[in-house]
């Protein structure tokens, strides 16, 4: 099974070495999983806490408590683009001090990452904005700058959702 590419720790697990431990509320993300070299401790898992950036490795016989919830995964947009590779699914949200003139320009629902300019800028379309067989218009993109505070909620589809993803994505193509 392939794993998420960010979880949220929803409890602390504590060792004596850091690059072990994990606080609650840590957000990881996953960079691979692999056996470890010492043999009595199985497998590893390798993953980056994104408000940090420290390395960490986990042994499979660790007990923790993580979560792949959309609403529990929340960054801002440079910690995904620094950890997730492009495209990504996400939900976009805004809390500033001038949220309603944001607001207008950050789409609602799902949207796809799709690419950064120089890492000043994110372009983004709605999922639900996609060509239709009734309509001409393209992808509705959107340009949204980074140095505001975008806060961004994993929004990974499911298996099923992935195969319908797929076949609209293909039908557009053609």
Same mark, same amino acid.
């Given at each position: 099974?392939?794993?998420?590419?960010?979880?949220?720790?929803?409890?602390?697990?504590?060792?004596?070495?850091?690059?072990?431990?994990?606080?609650a509320?840590?957000?990881?993300?996953?960079?691979?999983?692999?056996?470890?070299?010492? &043999?009595?401790?199985?497998?590893? &898992?390798?993953?980056?806490?994104?408000?940090?950036?420290?390395?960490?490795?986990?042994?499979?016989?660790c007990?923790?408590?993580?979560?792949?919830?959309?609403?529990?995964?929340?960054?801002y947009?440079?910690?995904?683009?620094?950890?997730?590779? !492009?495209?990504?699914?996400?939900?976009?949200?805004?809390?500033?001090?001038?949220?309603k003139?944001?607001?207008t320009?950050?789409?609602?629902?799902?949207?796809?990452?799709?690419?950064t300019?120089?890492?000043?800028? !994110?372009?983004?379309?709605?999922?639900?904005?996609?060509m239709?067989?009734?309509?001409?218009?393209?992808?509705?993109?959107?340009?949204?700058?980074?140095?505001?505070?975008?806060?961004?909620?994993?929004?990974?589809?499911?298996?099923?959702?992935?195969?319908?993803?797929?076949?609209?994505?293909?039908r557009?193509?053609?």
């Amino acid at each position: 099974p392939s794993l998420p590419p960010m979880v949220f720790a929803q409890q602390t697990y504590d060792v004596s070495s850091v690059d072990s431990s994990v606080q609650a509320g840590d957000i990881l993300a996953i960079k691979e999983v692999k056996q470890s070299l010492k &043999l009595l401790r199985g497998k590893t &898992l390798t993953c980056v806490d994104v408000q940090t950036g420290q390395k960490k490795k986990l042994f499979e016989n660790c007990a923790g408590n993580f979560s792949t919830t959309p609403s529990d995964v929340k960054l801002y947009l440079p910690q995904l683009l620094q950890n997730c590779a !492009l495209p990504q699914q996400c939900t976009l949200c805004y809390t500033g001090a001038n949220a309603k003139d944001v607001l207008t320009h950050i789409p609602s629902g799902i949207v796809e990452v799709t690419a950064t300019k120089v890492e000043k800028s !994110l372009v983004v379309t709605p999922i639900g904005s996609r060509m239709d067989s009734s309509s001409m218009n393209t992808h509705n993109l959107m340009e949204l700058p980074l140095n505001i505070d975008i806060m961004v909620h994993a929004a990974w589809p499911k298996e099923s959702e992935m195969k319908l993803l797929i076949d609209d994505t293909q039908r557009y193509y053609k």
